[in-house]
């Protein structure tokens, strides 16, 4: 539903038909004889001592031969259609009775695919052959029947950066960490700056999106972000994903889809999971480094539906000198019933996690922890999310229709120390952060699909409802108790609680979105987008900081596309969309006491609760030669502020300066065998504020117009080798190459290359073996780097350098999997 949508039509083709030279009378008889034969309520009257031939039969499937579960096929006779019609069941097959000899034409259709009509003869002795009919996906579509990016999206897509990623994809990809799955789309990068609990690091398009910031993610249409996190805006946590149970990941990038609201600026991932499985499986891995995980999945028929569950368990220490010892415990339990066009599903799921945390290091803390050791061994935290969620989908040869209500409780404690020793030599900066709240929500659309004056028309409408009721705190700690502690520079105190608030966080979405099929060549996507945040906070430490606040936001958005022509279509696309801000930060009118501000009564700034983007984009896909897909797009984007709360001071970040980021991206997948497959996506970008930044300069400098951190220049390369002779395999290459770390541009990372291979081999049927190489030449890369000040021991002279998180060195890991 994410990747374009589809309008059903009705394409006559001119097929001749055959009409036997009988009498008006004649014909009449005729079509009454069948019309009582298909009618059963006239069924009855049919004459029973004639013995027809045998039955007519097929299958509908799509261009990828993939079944169409719900089809309708009419039988048409000179005189118009006979009543009766049936749809494919969920094989995609269907059967027609009691048809006596004579010529027909069957009309095929599905909401989502062009219509197809075809000439049918039943001889009155032989045997109909089983059709095999192939129904086209519309030129308009609102769903779409595609398996991965082998599937070629022209005609289908309304941007160049719209695409799937299906499990087979994601099955033959060596992965460290579960978020890495997301890596999948071009373009994202995915690291970690902390224990291995912890949600991941994410890049995307001049972004360095922190935990989930400008990058939305849904699983089943349900949110992963977490809006006014107490560690961090729009905080997404992929270790509640099982990979082996994801089904598909469909993506899109820039502000220009109506469906997808708060942080979808920069782009959006939504994660579609399994109803029923190919296969049940079981599966152990072992490893280096303490790595060890067990999972298991598996479907069966329950009553009239299918009850699909799975689990995992999970534990890896990492090459720490402090292991993370990171334990991981995930469940997910589904009920589903129906097919396609209708049906309903419940999901269950529950996810906890406990962990020590290696953070991020100084540069000259090196030679005293070694690279990979930690300057504070207490640090670490636990978290837990449980999940229920409905879906319910009705479709007609007009409309369809989703609801998807959602509910879950979430709860993070974390203790970070960043800085080490600057604020408190004695006790140290060790903080904690606390974050529990229930969420509940509903996501809903409605799809029409139509003709104006001829011209194929989809319109759709969507709601969106979501509540957080929140509870969250920053408290000063050390070895992870909560403590007062002292500024070194003013001596001032710093209380235990810096700052604890109970709040609700709502946003309500609407949008409608117009389809039209112009001419042959020639579609537009037109929509409007409104957002509404209600924010009511109470301070539990300043009363000054409770407050409620109100606010609207527009969005806009605009695609043309045009073509195809040989195979080969462009796109522009222009559109507007937002992140939200913490909502502490929107009601803040004095600053908590912390090291930034350890004078109490320090005034405070607010924060806007809605901070607008806008961008454009120019793109082309093609397929130049055989089962070669290829996009190029060229894109900018705007926001009006880098403003946002901080929640490791609780107070607010600069910068209020607006910026820029432009870039372009190349994608490419090519599967020149059945067996082999070769991608190559190659982006770059570049990310300025409107003006000087000297808030995010190195010391002594006036500071400059780079935004820190942004990421550039990612390759993503791979060659995968599926299935020959029981052989399987992939090695991948994976880059990002160096970011400003300030403003100015006088301290910059290094690139990070890294190297992963797998290789596998199906022993029986039932039994497959694996081995996955991590970080095949060792490479002593960083995950992530920043720069700013620290004290690395209590007697130390506090140092701006480089801070960062070393990669993970090489290591084999190994499973061994069963499937039934």
Do not use: C
Not at 477 to 485: A, E, F, G, I, P
Not at 720 to 741: A, H, I, V
């Amino acid at each position: 539903m994410h990747l374009g949508s589809t309008i059903l039509s009705i394409v006559l083709l001119n097929f001749g038909v055959t009409v036997s030279a009988l009498t008006a009378v004649a014909q009449i008889v005729h079509e009454r004889a069948v019309s009582m034969m298909l009618d059963p309520q006239v069924h009855s009257l049919a004459t029973t001592d004639k013995a027809y031939p045998p039955q007519l039969s097929g299958t509908v499937v799509d261009t990828s031969g993939a079944e169409i579960i719900g089809a309708t096929v009419h039988v048409r006779v000179s005189g118009g259609t006979l009543p009766g019609a049936k749809r494919t069941d969920r094989n995609g097959s269907f059967i027609l009775s009691g048809l006596p000899a004579g010529n027909y034409r069957l009309l095929v259709s599905n909401p989502g695919f062009e219509s197809r009509e075809i000439s049918v003869t039943i001889g009155a002795t032989e045997a109909p052959v089983p059709l095999r009919i192939t129904l086209a996906v519309g030129s308009i579509s609102t769903t779409l029947n595609v398996q991965g990016r082998e599937d070629d999206l022209v005609g289908i897509a309304s941007s160049a950066t719209q695409g799937t990623v299906g499990a087979k994809e994601i099955a033959n990809r060596p992965i460290l960490r579960s978020g890495e799955i997301l890596e999948t789309v071009p373009g994202v990068i995915i690291t970690q700056h902390a224990g291995g609990g912890k949600a991941n690091q994410y890049f995307l398009r001049g972004f360095n999106l922190d935990h989930g910031t400008d990058f939305a993610i849904f699983i089943d249409d349900m949110p992963l972000n977490l809006p006014s996190h107490a560690h961090g805006e729009g905080y997404s946590d992929m270790n509640t994903v099982i990979p082996e149970l994801v089904q598909r990941v469909d993506y899109e990038k820039g502000p220009y889809y109506a469906d997808v609201g708060n942080y979808g600026s920069a782009g959006s991932a939504h994660l579609e999971f399994f109803r029923t499985l190919p296969r049940n499986f079981f599966q152990v891995e072992g490893g280096m480094y303490g790595y060890g995980r067990g999972v298991f999945g598996a479907s069966h028929k329950l009553g009239t539906g299918n009850l699909l569950f799975g689990g995992e368990v999970y534990h890896d220490d990492g090459p720490w000198k402090r292991p993370d010892d990171y334990f991981r415990y995930n469940g997910l339990l589904t009920y589903s019933q129906g097919a396609g066009a209708n049906g309903f599903s419940i999901t269950a799921r529950g996810y906890h996690g406990k962990w020590n945390s290696s953070d991020q290091i100084a540069e000259n803390a090196v030679p005293f922890v070694g690279f990979f050791g930690t300057v504070d061994p207490t640090d670490g935290g636990r978290s837990e999310r449980y999940s229920l969620q409905g879906e319910w989908h009705h479709q007609d040869a007009n409309s369809v229709t989703k609801i998807t209500p959602y509910l879950f409780y979430y709860d993070l404690n974390l203790y970070s120390n960043f800085t080490y020793y600057l604020t408190d030599p004695v006790l140290g900066d060790q903080f904690n952060q606390n974050d529990r709240r229930w969420v509940g929500g509903v996501d809903a659309h409605h799809t029409v699909f139509s003709e104006w004056a001829g011209r194929k028309v989809v319109n759709a409408f969507g709601f969106q409802l979501r509540n957080d009721w929140i509870g969250n705190g920053l408290y000063q700690s050390s070895k992870r108790v909560r403590l007062d502690k002292t500024d070194s520079t003013t001596g001032n105190i710093l209380p235990a609680t810096t700052q604890r608030d109970n709040f609700t966080d709502m946003l309500i979405g609407i949008y409608g979105e117009n389809r039209i099929q112009w001419a042959e060549k020639f579609r537009s996507v037109v929509a409007l987008r409104g957002d509404i945040t209600h924010l009511d906070v109470t301070s539990l430490v300043t009363s000054a900081n409770s407050g409620v606040v109100t606010k609207a936001i527009p969005s806009p958005k605009v695609s043309l596309i045009f073509g195809p022509w040989a195979k080969t279509e462009f796109y522009l696309e222009g559109g507007s969309s937002y992140h939200s801000n913490d909502a502490r930060g929107t009601t803040l009118r004095v600053q908590p006491v912390s090291a930034d501000y350890p004078y109490p009564n320090t005034p405070g700034d607010k924060i806007p609760p809605l901070i607008p983007t806008k961008g454009a984009e120019a793109g082309i896909r093609t397929s130049p030669i055989s089962h070669l897909n290829s996009t190029l797009s060229f894109w900018y984007l705007h926001s009006k502020s880098e403003l946002q709360q901080d929640g490791d001071t609780g107070g607010t970040t600069a910068s209020t300066q607006p910026s820029d980021r432009y870039g372009f991206e190349l994608a490419n997948y090519w599967t020149p065998a059945e067996h082999l497959a070769i991608d190559f996506d190659l982006a770059n970008s570049k990310a300025l504020f409107g003006g000087v930044d000297s808030d995010d300069a190195a010391p002594d400098s006036p500071g400059g117009r780079r935004v820190p951190e942004a990421v550039g220049l990612v390759i993503a390369s791979g060659v995968t080798l599926r299935d020959l002779n029981n052989f399987s395999g992939s090695l991948r290459l994976r880059f990002f190459g160096p970011r400003d770390l300030t403003s100015d541009g006088i301290y910059r990372s290094r690139a990070t290359a890294l190297l992963n291979g797998e290789v596998g081999y199906r022993i029986h049927e039932n039994w497959g073996i694996s081995a996955e190489f991590l970080n095949l030449l060792n490479r002593r890369d960083h995950d992530i780097d920043y720069a700013y000040e620290s004290r690395i021991t209590p007697t130390a002279t506090s140092a701006f350098t480089d801070v960062f998180h070393p990669v993970e060195p090489f290591q084999v890991r190994f499973w061994l999997r069963r499937s039934f």
